[in-house]
């Protein structure tokens, strides 16, 4: 049984280190599209004349689990051939909710490592779905410490999908640009959070493969910009910080070999944001759109209103530019204090 399990995870490993494909994510979106919401597009006319471009927001704050990280934990856990596994990852709580959905949909257990200082939102999801949880410390090689002593402790049982450097789950973040592009296909630009890359990585796969001519730009916290180093100095340079301190606690960690081979070669650009710009463009989103947001959505916005986007792409009103708002998961209290800080700056 050992020995096959050894198998297993080296047939596992192989795979989920290999390139992403269109075709990867054209059979991601059919693995897990009864179990996910085709989350719906929302326009500001107000938002448009404020960055000068037409802006299409694709909702993934009202996906399941509230983010859009379900996508690619569905389809890691609908691609395994391990007989009954349990499931273990790291997250500070997006891709920790996912797993803990996907696997409770596909009748396995689920065992996730979280940092101590999660949202409390995100730990009581975690728990509400039915998996295990550990806790780490806030630095990131915390996280994959204990994800591994986890891993130790199941005898051969354990399957660990990465939150970003895993190929099914960078397949499955890609349906989203499938998607977008069904609901506004003649997008020009698409604007991305990044943390780990695996959200960035297969929407630039799935885009590009539909649309060679389309942009895709990320957005990422000035205090934890390894992605946007790593492609002006055309390598990857990992976080130097193992604690960024930004408000965008889903944009922690540093970008990964996987996700790194694919954004220097299909991402555009990056532009890094501050927490008080990322902050301002929570409250328009919330005072425009309607839908409330976590910070780590709002970047993409805050990017698209920054001077070094401009810089990049004019003021053209007739550019269509996809925004995606990649999560909603954010505590009232939380929202409100985040919101106060601007309406002080205001005064």
């Not at 005898?155 to 989203?176: E, M």
């Not at 555009?268 to 425009?288: K, P, S």
Request: glycine residues 8%; charged residues 20%; contains cysteine.
């Amino acid at each position: 049984m050992m020995m096959y399990f050894k198998r297993v995870v080296l047939k596992l490993f192989t795979r989920r280190m290999s390139s992403v494909t269109l075709k990867d994510v054209r059979d991601a979106r059919e693995r897990i599209k009864d179990s996910i919401h085709y989350t719906p597009v929302l326009t500001s006319t107000y938002l448009n004349t404020l960055s000068g471009h037409s802006l299409y927001f694709k909702c993934e704050n009202m996906q399941k689990t509230g983010s859009f990280k379900v996508r690619g934990a569905l389809n890691a856990v609908r691609s395994l051939t391990v007989p009954d596994p349990v499931i273990v990852t790291h997250s500070s709580g997006n891709h920790a909710q996912a797993v803990a959905l996907a696997a409770k949909l596909s009748g396995y257990k689920a065992h996730v490592v979280m940092p101590e200082n999660s949202l409390d939102v995100k730990k009581n999801a975690v728990l509400g779905l039915g998996a295990q949880v550990s806790y780490c410390t806030d630095k990131e090689k915390s996280r994959q410490e204990v994800a591994d002593q986890v891993l130790a402790s199941l005898s051969g049982k354990g399957v660990f999908i990465s939150p970003v450097n895993h190929h099914d789950v960078i397949a499955g973040q890609g349906t989203i640009a499938i998607e977008l592009l069904e609901q506004v296909p003649d997008l020009d630009v698409i604007v991305v959070s990044v943390g780990g890359g695996g959200m960035i990585s297969g929407i630039a796969i799935a885009a590009k493969g539909i649309n060679p001519n389309i942009k895709v730009i990320g957005a990422e916290p000035a205090a934890a910009d390894d992605c946007a180093n790593s492609l002006e100095a055309g390598r990857l340079i990992p976080n130097q910080d193992e604690s960024p301190q930004t408000i965008c606690d889903g944009l922690l960690v540093s970008i990964t070999e996987l996700p790194w081979s694919i954004i220097r070669k299909s991402v555009d650009g990056v532009i890094r944001v501050t927490d008080e710009e990322t902050i301002a463009a929570m409250r328009l989103v919330f005072e425009r759109l309607k839908v409330v947001i976590e910070p780590s959505a709002a970047c993409p916005l805050a990017a698209v209103c920054t001077e070094k986007f401009k810089e990049l792409f004019g003021m053209d009103k007739s550019l269509k530019i996809g925004i995606v708002l990649c999560g909603g998961n954010v505590n009232l209290l939380t929202l409100s204090n985040l919101m106060s800080r601007v309406a002080t700056t205001d005064k």
